[in-house]
């Protein structure tokens, strides 16, 4: 069973969920970075993984900055990076070594952002995206998304648009969970944040890189995940860089779609398994 804590990071404090024993030397442990939707957590973007993976690996799961229980933290400076720098920090201070790096929606997307780095920022011995990577059309269903109110039936909405399944919509236990981290102190301000734009900036910067990835620079076996239903994503937009990448494996989920690693919690932990086990001998 997971359990949850806390640890400083730099003076922030951080929390994280953990599961299974360390193997030091013998096996790099499993690192899960959550999606960025309002609410987004460790807690509720790896709950139905975390335990068949413990069975096999150490796990850790941290809350990105401004996110979950993690300190609502904003860096108008340049927050990709710093959530990259905060990552590298936490793997170091929890001595994790190389790690088998997962990212779910725009943790996927940073996971293969860092690994196509000439110099990687984290120690990295596999990549697993899901849902994530690409590009990210600005449609109604990422509209509804990005424009949370904070209201019961706006967060709703958000899990109608992320679930091909409405029975996770109409879950009011489920909704009440999402709300509550949702709705902490900062937190919809730390999410929202990420969405300002001043009108007399272009909008590049951190944005120039993660539109011009040279996936092929890509050095660590890589799976990636997409949801056949995925109302986030164009049909197809794996094919933009999948190929692109040297060793690199895609799955399809035919019943998901943005995520597929809870809709489809099954398929998706038999399937990391062997590729882990690939990857690891």
């Known amino acids: 069973m997971s359990s949850s ?9 951080t929390h994280y969920m953990e599961a299974g024993a360390v193997h030091r030397g013998r096996r790099p442990s499993v690192l899960l970075l959550h999606s960025a939707e309002f609410g987004g957590a460790a807690e509720l973007s790896w709950e139905f993984n975390m335990d068949a993976l413990a069975a096999h690996y150490h796990v850790i799961a941290p809350d990105h900055l401004g996110f979950g229980r993690t300190d609502k933290i904003f860096d108008f400076n340049g927050q990709f990076n710093r959530r990259i720098e905060h990552i590298r920090r936490f793997i170091e201070v929890m001595c994790l070594g190389p790690v088998h790096v997962m990212g779910s929606s725009m943790s996927g997307g940073l996971c293969l952002t860092v690994a196509a780095r000439q110099d990687p920022d984290w120690p990295l011995r596999s990549v697993t995206c899901c849902s994530g990577g690409g590009d990210a ?3 109604e269903a990422r509209k509804t998304l990005n424009t949370y109110d904070g209201t019961r039936e706006h967060l709703r909405k958000i899990i109608e648009v992320m679930f091909v399944d409405q029975s996770w919509a ?27 734009k001043a009108p007399f900036r272009d909008g590049s910067g951190d944005r120039r890189e993660r539109d011009s990835i040279d996936y092929s620079q ?60 690939r990857v690891d001998g």
């Open 218 to 277: 890509i050095k660590v076996p890589t799976l990636v995940f997409a949801g056949r239903h995925d109302t986030l994503r164009e049909p197809g937009y794996t094919d933009g860089f999948v190929p692109n990448i040297p060793d690199c494996e895609l799955h399809v989920f035919e019943k998901a779609g943005h995520m597929g690693n809870i809709e489809c919690a099954d398929e998706f932990n038999t399937r990391v398994l062997k590729f882990l086990k």
């Open 137 to 139: 059309p600005n449609n």
């Open 170 to 196: 109409k879950n009011e236990a489920y909704l009440d969970r999402r709300l509550e981290l949702a709705n902490l102190p900062g937190a919809w301000e730390a999410t929202a944040a990420a969405r300002f």
């Open 5 to 13: 804590h806390f640890v400083s990071i730099d003076g922030v404090r």
